[in-house]
């Protein structure tokens, strides 16, 4: 058995998995997918849906109480001081150093997985640029956008081979969300097989693969592309002078299936095909004004809500 | 009408560091208004101050009426306020958390008895009337905090990122209180990292380091900067000029 790779397995193996805390809160039954090799894997939830117990099992920091995973062909139980000095953890909460500087932090986690900072720099090399300005100051002192930078540096420094990620875009602008989400298409090249989670919809779209997961069940595992075009009900953007008198008068129109806000529309999913004039004459007969009514190209969160409901 | 919130050059500095760049802006009673801005960009500070919980270091300002100056207790009691991070007690029951704020805004006893009901009755949550908070859906509890920090009836709610990691169906359930709320006047002062939620504020403001970079409807912001989406419009304001200070 090699060491570093193998090739001929997939990058994460999850079969059945499940993990309890208590009598009650079931925080994943029965979960099962796979991540191939140089994939770029996307578990897209709400808070509660059980993506941190998920990767935390990976991580080998929890232990599942039934089901199996492999990372790169490890068992989790088993092999678990291979998986950990092979792999590449970000945590959802901030756990560098805070009283270390960017420098001594990053050499800390260099020096642990018995490597330098040299060695790998060609991997971390378009992140820390950014970085290198403040590289003396305290990590507790950075902002938001750069303690992350910090972070997926400090998770990289070893050339692992499969990088989890839990959240790293919670709470952060979208500016440096799209910007992360650039670092992360870079490393993909790199051939790191990366898992992230996160609950923001939206990034769905920047995956290879998304497994949208909720209350520890997985609703859809597909490409982003095959999870918006599952959605087969006729789809409208509606919008009128008043947006919350129109989501409560979309909801009683018999053609509707559902009504939900989106942006400055209200995407009504029909139960059946019929002419918009229908519908426009069923708002000016609710006294609506400017009546806007247009076809809407279904997103990840018109699938997600969709899915929600059939459970 | 006397606008819901007027700044006029509103301004706030730590030391050297201006975090507050002298911003000027109203916003009119029941409206909801969009408080955009990237990490950093100062959307704290300006709101503390408009809460009444930061001197300002020049400037004016006037929130239902009252000056964030001399007036700040006055305003504490007209605002309602709800974050992500600061809402409910966990160790308190959901009946319990509405009892408890219903005396810190000094509600008399009938009128707390009677919002418990209605409350509960409201968000149908009878089920987890007796459950202590921390043990509710994440869901629930955005929900409870919002129809809590509005109990009290106030002219204007902040609401500090209210909906960071709820599920897309839950997300919209709060933002259709938000219209309801707003529909019946009060007015809303919500900040979103969600650049489709900013959608549904009437008008949206954009800090870029310490200033008001973009005040204007989604449409027209959109329109001006000849962008699809507001996270378009968001980009192209705060991506040339980031920096860390």
């Known amino acids: 058995m090699n060491d570093t790779t193998m090739p001929t397995t997939q990058a994460i193996q999850v079969e059945s998995l499940s993990k309890r805390y208590g009598k009650n809160a079931q925080a994943l039954s029965q979960v099962s997918f796979e991540v191939g090799r140089g994939e770029l894997f996307g578990l897209i939830g709400p808070d509660g849906a059980g993506k941190t117990t998920l990767i935390r099992i990976l991580a080998t920091l929890l232990l599942a109480d039934e089901g199996q995973a492999r990372v790169n062909g490890w068992e989790v139980r088993r092999d678990y001081r291979k998986i950990r000095s092979h792999i590449g953890y970000m945590p959802g909460r901030f756990s560098l150093y805070q009283d270390l500087s960017v ?177 426009h004459a069923y708002l000016a007969g609710k006294e609506h004004t400017g009546i806007e009514i247009k076809p809407a190209q279904a997103t990840i969160e018109d699938a997600f809500m969709e899915l929600m409901t059939q459970e | 009408m006397v606008p819901a919130i007027t700044a006029e050059k ?42 009444g919980l930061s001197r300002p270091t020049s400037g004016q300002a006037s929130v239902a009426g009252f000056d964030v100056y001399r007036e700040t207790e006055k305003i504490k009691k007209h605002i ?44 149908g949550m009878q089920e987890y009337a007796n459950t202590l908070v921390k043990a509710i859906p994440l869901g629930w509890k955005q929900k409870l905090s919002f129809s809590i920090a509005i109990m009290h009836r106030p002219e204007i709610v902040f609401l500090d990122e209210p909906t960071g990691g709820v599920d897309p169906i839950t997300r919209r359930q709060f933002w259709e209180m938000i219209y309801k709320a707003a529909s019946e006047g009060m007015t809303i002062f919500v900040t979103t990292h969600y650049m489709d939620e900013s959608e549904y504020c009437g008008r949206v403001s954009i800090m870029v380091d310490g200033r008001i970079a973009a005040l204007d409807t989604p449409r027209a912001l959109k329109e001006q900067f000849g962008a699809s989406s507001m996270n378009d419009v968001f980009l192209q304001l705060t991506r040339p000029n980031q920096k860390e200070s």
């Not at chain 1, 305290?138 to 989890?164: T, Y």
């Not at chain 1, 670092?183 to 949208?212: F, G, H, N």
């Not at chain 1, 597909?222 to 919008?239: C, W």
């Open chain 1, 103 to 279: 420098e001594e932090n990053l050499h800390f986690f260099a020096t642990i997985f018995g490597t330098t900072i040299k060695e790998n720099y060609e991997l971390i090399h378009d992140i820390y640029v950014q970085l290198e300005p403040f590289r003396k100051r305290k990590a507790g002192k950075l902002s938001g956008g750069m303690k992350q930078k910090l972070a997926l540096c400090c998770a990289l420094i070893h050339k692992p081979v499969v990088l989890l990620l839990d959240e790293p875009t919670t709470g952060v602008d979208p500016v440096s969300r799209q910007e992360f989400w650039e670092m992360l298409k870079r490393l993909k090249e790199k051939d790191i097989t990366i898992l992230v989670s996160t609950p923001y919809m939206d990034e769905a779209s920047l995956c290879d693969r998304v497994a949208l997961i909720q209350k520890g069940n997985i609703l859809s595992i597909d490409e982003p592309g095959g999870i918006v075009s599952a959605f087969d009900k006729p789809l409208l953007a509606v919008r009128t002078n008043d947006m919350y008198r129109l989501i409560q008068d979309l909801r009683e129109f018999e053609s509707a299936h559902s009504a939900f806000p989106f942006g400055e529309y209200v995407h009504l999913a029909l139960r059946n095909s019929i002419w918009p004039e229908a519908i």
């Open chain 2, 80 to 123: 309602g306020y709800m974050s992500q991070k600061f809402s409910l007690y966990e160790d308190l029951t959901v009946r319990e958390n509405i009892q408890f704020y219903g005396g810190i805004y000094g509600l008399p006893g009938r009128e707390i008895r009677h919002q418990i009901k209605e409350l509960i009755g409201g968000l």
């Open chain 2, 10 to 51: 509103l301004t706030k500095k730590f030391g050297d560091f201006t975090a507050v760049n002298q911003i000027t802006f109203e916003v009119q009673k029941g409206e909801i208004f969009g408080f955009l801005g990237a990490n950093g960009a100062g959307k704290t500070t300006a709101m503390r101050m408009l809460n």
